[in-house]
Nanobody, 120 residues
Framework: QVRVVESGGGLVQPGGSLRLSCAAS????????MSWHRQAPGKEREFVASITGTGDTTKYLDSVKGRFTISRDNVQNTAYLQMNSLKSEDTAVYFCKAAVGSGWSRTSYWGQGTQVTVSS
């Protein structure tokens, strides 16, 4: 079992920045693809950003491209989401997911989420 713990959420004004952290208790952390997802009140959870185990490939939700950056530190077993130029529509609970394997054997582990509120 892999434990995933997010931190770094909070209240920030529009235009501000936050950095979310995601610590995973995974042996061979570099085997895990890491991703961030978010869920706003009354809406479905949506993909925000992902990074492969080696960090060589990243993907982003169109609405966050150029504002958010996903990264990872395979020594610290931690993934990050740097969020700049935050907008009110970024308000949501942000979840981190660690995934390993492929096809039918792919296994995912979710964190409990961290609240991000963008408001003046």
């Amino acid at each position: 079992q892999v434990r995933v713990v997010e931190s770094g959420g909070g209240l920030v004004q529009p235009g501000g920045s936050l950095r979310l952290s995601c610590a995973a208790s995974a042996f061979n952390f570099s085997r895990y693809d890491m991703s961030w997802h978010r869920q706003a009140p009354g809406k479905e959870r949506e993909f925000v950003a992902s990074i492969t185990g080696t960090g060589d490939t990243t993907k982003y939700l169109d609405s966050v491209k150029g504002r958010f950056t996903i990264s990872r530190d395979n020594v610290q077993n931690t993934a990050y989401l740097q969020m700049n130029s935050l907008k009110s529509e970024d308000t949501a609970v942000y979840f981190c997911k660690a995934a390993v394997g492929s096809g039918w054997s792919r296994t995912s582990y979710w964190g409990q989420g961290t609240q991000v509120t963008v408001s003046s």
